[in-house]
């Protein structure tokens, strides 16, 4: 990744207070690559139901985990990297509960899949833990 293309690398405790800030960040840099405000609060979203996931599933609420942003400007989307140091998931248990099961909680990943045009856990770093990468087109409809 050239730094010409890199928006912003940030590191932040696993803690919900922390998501207001990120919220912020991820809001102004979407906009900042051009996408309109419905695109905005897509990437928006899917972000913090992303971290609420790995503060909740992979760091069990843990206040001392880390998580790593990276936002990316390529060259026709935003690419949205989260890295978190837990215990690697089993990406084939990773799924939403059937939406016909009516119930709060459980539909995160359907969640980040429907508001981003790509989703997806990338080769796990070489040190371990877990590496969520989406996309945004900058094109997209929605």
């Known amino acids: 990744m050239a730094c010409a293309d890199s928006l912003l690398t940030?590191?932040?405790?696993?803690?919900p207070s922390r998501l207001a800030l990120l919220r912020?960040?991820?809001?102004?840099?979407?906009?900042?690559?051009?996408?309109?405000?419905?695109?905005?609060?897509?990437?928006?979203?899917?972000?913090n139901e992303?971290?609420?996931?790995i503060i909740q599933?992979?760091?069990?609420?843990d206040p001392d985990g880390r998580i790593d942003l990276t936002l990316i400007q390529d060259a026709?989307?935003?690419?949205v990297q989260l890295r978190d140091y837990a215990a690697p998931v089993d990406v084939s248990q990773v799924r939403s509960?059937?939406?016909d099961d009516v119930r709060p909680?459980?539909?995160?990943?359907?969640?980040?899949?429907?508001?981003?045009?790509?989703?997806?856990?990338?080769?796990p770093p070489p040190?371990?833990?877990n590496l969520l990468q989406m996309k945004k087109l900058l094109n997209s409809e929605d």
């Open 10 to 15: 940030m590191t932040f405790c696993s803690r």
């Open 24 to 47: 912020s960040v991820v809001r102004d840099a979407a906009g900042m690559v051009g996408l309109d405000d419905d695109a905005s609060d897509a990437v928006v979203l899917a972000v």
């Open 50 to 53: 992303a971290c609420m996931n």
């Open 57 to 61: 599933h992979a760091y069990g609420m």
């Open 76 to 79: 026709d989307a935003l690419v």
């Open 97 to 99: 509960r059937d939406l």
């Open 105 to 123: 909680g459980g539909l995160g990943v359907h969640m980040m899949q429907s508001l981003m045009d790509e989703c997806e856990f990338m080769e």
């Open 127 to 129: 040190e371990g833990g």
